[in-house]
């Protein structure tokens, strides 16, 4: 005979879910700037590229 545990249903989910929240906007806020240092990077490499061309 296997015992069937109940889960809780209650307020105890508040902790994790600002944890949750917490780790998502830094997960964002991570990738958008890895998005923006790249889109960035490409212009720069243009520019020095352009300049050694014509020097």
Known sequence: MK??????????GIFKD???E???SIL???LIELVWNILMF???????LIKNIFD
Not at 3 to 12: H, L
Not at 42 to 48: A, E, G, K, Q, V
């Open 42 to 48: 490409i212009p720069r490499m243009m520019i020095r």
């Open 3 to 12: 015992i069937r545990k109940k889960k809780k249903n209650g307020q105890g």
């Open 28 to 30: 964002d806020s991570i």
């Open 18 to 20: 600002i944890l949750i």
């Open 22 to 24: 917490i780790r998502d």
